[in-house]
């Protein structure tokens, strides 16, 4: 060491901070567990009986360090992170490099008597889907039984694949079970012998170069290739997690609609808390949902202890929700078409003719009514309707055919109604159809029941006359 | 001299590290002890080594507490790693007897 180069005498504070500082490029979680580490080095030390300055003395030179620890960032890329598909895709990544390391130098018997074996693996988790297959016939049977229709195709073939994905998972786990098995009692290629013969022959130092060319180009192969499927992987994963985020999206946006309208509702003052309940579980587990996912999209430590917790509370508001829902739809009551509230009626006044039949009433809303003198027909209509027009048709033979046309639904107004009704815990039935009234004298009543009854007669022979042809009966 | 000594240390290091741990879970400071009586190295060295490893994933790490009462990081070696020691292994091996082979002939040489 130079005799200009003095190093600087520190304590424990002094030497960390000091590294801190050196190292404040890096994350700042790597730094504080750099730190850490080289803090419990040195109270170890300590509690052993040397000094600080003597302790931070051992570690070296700062300077040195820091390098070191800065040139162990650049290896990091991608990896380093404690994520679920990383670790993932790095086990593969591992098994690749190991499979790949174990056929260097193999004969080419060697290599053929693996890949027979390896077939014979595969022939044996195929007969293993056997079994599968039968049980999987069984319950088709089963199913059958009950007969055939769409539903049970439809559940059949949930069926049907819930199977093929069992079995794929036992094929899978099978073949990875006895695939271990087969390779891990293989040896490792005998690639030293086969060098080392070679290297005798040759000047030793021309082979140390040799050695090291060989190996780090094969190395680079496997890289290459083990990277590609690294990135494949976690381009597949990270897509179908988007994809999954944006359905959660939607989803999030429909909850947040219906709880607004919930929340108008709740202000004029229809209470249906239950469904409130529902909602708010609804809305908080598309929260966490999401949360997770985007977790593990961008690379985030999950809490997964919290999640469960979350998704726990969830369902039980869903459930309370859901029960106090159903205890209130038992107490709503269906109040059919209601003629005398919210009523806006139309009038019309045709004068009496001796052979005028009125069809498109009962005979119950034929009314009689001394004081009107010839016919009043009288349309009573739910004022959620700003318009209604009442139509004669008149045929030849002057029967007429009451009829109407509804215009103009106000939709603020029908909205308005039904909360009304809700307040009451009622559900109003809204009927666009009017009530149809006619009133007239005894007089012009008797003689439409009349003109009535004959038009259905003559009705009725017409029709007998028109089918007559079709029945003939040998 | 003295910078020469440092480069072998410093390329065989790496190698001891994996043996050791490969051996044995260790934490930060029983590692460095464990080393130091093979090696004479400065012990600031190991732990930028212990840190690139682990960024390889070479080394997995998990947190446990101690009977002395600070909670120590253990350092625990993966396939990966294993993968990489055995080829450190290999080099050295290679590397060593190439150079003893060397020095014998020479020596008979003399």
Request: aromatic share 10%.
């Given at each position: 060491?130079?005799?200009?180069?003095?190093?600087?005498?520190?304590?424990?504070?002094?030497?960390?901070?000091?590294?801190?500082?050196?190292?404040?490029?890096?994350?700042?979680?790597?730094?504080?567990?750099?730190?850490?580490?080289?803090?419990?080095?040195?109270?170890?030390?300590?509690?052993?009986?040397?000094?600080?300055?003597?302790?931070?003395?051992?570690?070296?030179n700062?300077?040195?360090?820091?390098?070191?620890?800065?040139?162990?960032?650049?290896?990091?890329?991608?990896?380093?992170?404690?994520?679920?598909?990383?670790?993932?895709?790095?086990?593969?990544?591992?098994?690749?490099?190991?499979?790949?390391?174990k056929?260097?130098?193999?004969s080419a018997?060697?290599?053929?008597?693996?890949?027979?074996?390896?077939?014979?693996?595969?022939?044996?988790?195929?007969?293993?889907?056997?079994?599968?297959?039968?049980?999987?016939?069984?319950?088709?049977?089963?199913?059958?039984?009950?007969?055939?229709?769409?539903?049970?195709?439809?559940?059949?073939?949930?069926?049907?694949?819930?199977?093929?994905?069992?079995?794929?998972?036992?094929?899978?786990?099978?073949?990875?079970?006895?695939?271990?098995?087969?390779?891990?009692?293989?040896?490792?290629?005998?690639?030293?012998?086969?060098?080392?013969?070679?290297?005798?022959?040759?000047?030793p130092?021309?082979?140390?170069l040799?050695?090291k060319?060989?190996?780090?180009?094969?190395?680079?192969d496997?890289?290459?290739l083990?990277?590609?499927?690294?990135?494949?992987?976690?381009?597949?994963?990270?897509?179908?997690?988007?994809?999954?985020?944006?359905?959660?999206?939607?989803?999030?946006?429909?909850?947040?609609?219906?709880?607004?309208?919930?929340?108008?509702?709740?202000?004029k003052?229809?209470?249906?808390?239950?469904?409130?309940?529902?909602?708010?579980?609804?809305?908080?587990?598309?929260i966490?949902?999401?949360?997770?996912?985007?977790?593990?999209?961008?690379?985030?430590?999950?809490?997964?202890?919290?999640?469960?917790?979350?998704?726990?509370?969830?369902?039980?508001?869903?459930?309370?929700?859901?029960?106090?829902?159903?205890?209130?739809?038992?107490?709503?009551?269906?109040v059919?078409?209601?003629?005398?509230?919210?009523?806006?009626?139309?009038?019309k006044?045709?004068?009496?003719?001796?052979?005028?039949?009125?069809l498109?009433?009962?005979?119950?809303?034929?009314?009689?009514?001394?004081?009107?003198?010839?016919i009043?027909?009288?349309?009573?209509?739910?004022?959620?309707?700003?318009k209604?027009?009442?139509?004669?048709?008149?045929?030849?033979?002057?029967?007429?055919?009451?009829?109407?046309?509804?215009?103009?639904?106000?939709?603020?107004?029908?909205?308005?109604?039904?909360?009304?009704?809700?307040?009451?815990?009622?559900?109003?039935?809204?009927?666009?159809?009017?009530?149809?009234?006619v009133?007239?004298?005894?007089?012009?009543?008797?003689?439409?029941?009349?003109?009535?009854?004959?038009?259905?007669?003559?009705?009725?022979?017409?029709?007998?006359?028109?089918?007559?042809?079709?029945?003939?009966?040998? | 001299?003295?910078?020469?000594?440092?480069?072998?240390?410093?390329?065989?290091?790496?190698?001891?590290?994996?043996?050791?741990?490969?051996?044995?879970?260790?934490?930060?400071?029983?590692?460095?002890?464990?080393?130091?009586?093979?090696?004479?190295?400065?012990?600031?060295?190991?732990?930028?080594?212990?840190?690139?490893?682990?960024?390889?994933?070479?080394?997995?790490?998990?947190?446990?507490?101690?009977?002395?009462?600070?909670?120590?990081?253990?350092?625990?070696?993966?396939?990966?790693?294993?993968?990489?020691?055995?080829?450190?292994?290999?080099?050295?091996?290679?590397?060593?007897?190439?150079?003893?082979?060397?020095?014998?002939?020479?020596?008979?040489?003399?």
């Amino acid at each position: 060491m130079n005799l200009l180069e003095r190093v600087k005498i520190m304590n424990k504070e002094e030497f960390l901070s000091k590294l801190r500082k050196k190292l404040n490029i890096l994350a700042e979680s790597e730094v504080d567990d750099i730190i850490n580490e080289y803090q419990g080095y040195i109270e170890e030390k300590v509690s052993a009986g040397a000094t600080e300055e003597e302790a931070v003395k051992e570690l070296g030179n700062i300077n040195e360090i820091a390098d070191d620890l800065l040139s162990a960032y650049k290896v990091k890329t991608q990896k380093g992170s404690d994520d679920i598909i990383e670790k993932i895709v790095n086990k593969f990544e591992e098994l690749v490099e190991l499979f790949i390391s174990k056929f260097e130098g193999k004969s080419a018997a060697d290599i053929l008597r693996f890949c027979i074996e390896l077939a014979l693996i595969l022939l044996i988790v195929f007969i293993c889907k056997l079994p599968f297959v039968i049980i999987e016939g069984i319950f088709k049977q089963i199913f059958y039984t009950f007969g055939d229709n769409n539903v049970l195709s439809f559940v059949n073939n949930i069926w049907h694949f819930v199977f093929e994905l069992c079995y794929l998972v036992f094929a899978v786990v099978l073949f990875i079970k006895l695939f271990k098995r087969k390779f891990d009692s293989v040896e490792p290629g005998p690639s030293n012998e086969n060098n080392q013969k070679k290297s005798n022959a040759v000047k030793p130092e021309k082979v140390v170069l040799e050695k090291k060319r060989k190996p780090e180009v094969s190395k680079k192969d496997n890289k290459s290739l083990a990277d590609l499927i690294y990135t494949l992987c976690q381009g597949i994963v990270k897509f179908i997690l988007i994809w999954i985020l944006f359905s959660i999206c939607c989803y999030i946006i429909g909850i947040v609609c219906a709880s607004t309208f919930y929340v108008y509702l709740l202000i004029k003052g229809v209470h249906y808390f239950g469904i409130g309940l529902i909602l708010l579980a609804l809305l908080s587990g598309g929260i966490v949902f999401f949360e997770t996912f985007f977790k593990l999209l961008t690379v985030r430590k999950n809490n997964w202890t919290r999640v469960l917790i979350s998704l726990i509370v969830c369902l039980v508001f869903l459930g309370v929700g859901g029960t106090i829902t159903a205890m209130d739809i038992a107490n709503t009551t269906y109040v059919p078409y209601d003629n005398e509230t919210n009523i806006k009626r139309e009038i019309k006044n045709i004068p009496m003719e001796d052979n005028l039949t009125i069809l498109g009433i009962s005979e119950k809303d034929l009314i009689i009514d001394e004081t009107v003198t010839d016919i009043r027909i009288e349309y009573s209509y739910n004022d959620i309707f700003t318009k209604m027009v009442p139509i004669l048709d008149r045929d030849e033979f002057n029967v007429i055919t009451l009829n109407y046309s509804i215009r103009n639904y106000n939709l603020k107004k029908a909205i308005d109604y039904e909360i009304g009704g809700l307040k009451e815990k009622k559900l109003l039935e809204i009927d666009e159809s009017p009530r149809i009234r006619v009133f007239t004298n005894k007089e012009n009543h008797d003689k439409l029941m009349a003109n009535f009854n004959a038009h259905i007669v003559k009705e009725a022979r017409q029709d007998r006359m028109n089918y007559e042809d079709d029945y003939i009966e040998e | 001299m003295i910078k020469i000594n440092t480069q072998f240390k410093k390329g065989v290091l790496e190698l001891l590290v994996l043996v050791i741990v490969e051996k044995k879970d260790m934490y930060g400071y029983e590692l460095v002890e464990a080393v130091s009586k093979i090696v004479d190295v400065n012990e600031g060295t190991i732990y930028p080594i212990l840190k690139r490893l682990s960024n390889e994933g070479c080394f997995e790490t998990y947190l446990e507490e101690s009977k002395e009462g600070p909670i120590r990081k253990y350092y625990h070696i993966t396939l990966k790693g294993k993968c990489t020691k055995k080829e450190q292994l290999e080099e050295w091996q290679k590397f060593e007897k190439s150079v003893n082979e060397f020095i014998r002939k020479s020596e008979n040489n003399e």
